[in-house]
């Protein structure tokens, strides 16, 4: 049986919730709240891009905006929304490992000049000599 390659390894998960936790407890300091998510979340996504996981993925920026949001507020500030939102973040990258899911190539890491498109008159394809004068 094939073992499966995890992208965010369980120390890599252990520090995440740890600093997580940290920015969660910081948060309560009311001054001091409004500062540790942005900075929290700066560095997570820095990790979670050099890990592999991508930034413009919907539904890590769901939960980052989310999360955003919420320690900015004062009476859901003290929630652990940080904390809730990296390890919602970690099992969605632990599933999408798990089950194979692939990232879809993107036109703009392509190496070789798109496909010429063969023009046409009235439904047929242009011959050679006739694409010559094109």
Do not use: H
């Not at 904390?83 to 993107?106: Q, Y």
């Amino acid at each position: 049986m094939q073992e499966t390659k995890y992208r965010i390894g369980w120390k890599g998960a252990a520090i995440l919730i740890f600093f997580a936790t940290i920015a969660d407890i910081l948060s309560l300091i009311p001054i001091v709240g409004a500062m540790t998510g942005p900075i929290f979340w700066a560095g997570a996504t820095i990790y979670l891009w050099k890990a592999g996981c991508g930034l413009a993925n919907p539904r890590r920026l769901a939960t980052t905006a989310i999360s955003f949001l919420g320690e900015i507020m004062p009476a859901v500030q003290m929630l652990p929304l940080t904390l809730t939102g990296i390890i919602v973040i970690l099992v969605m990258v632990r599933r999408e490992d798990k089950i194979g899911m692939k990232k879809a190539p993107s036109d703009q890491n392509r190496r070789e000049p798109p496909p010429r498109q063969v023009p046409n008159q009235n439904g047929r394809r242009l011959s050679d000599k006739e694409m010559a004068s094109v």
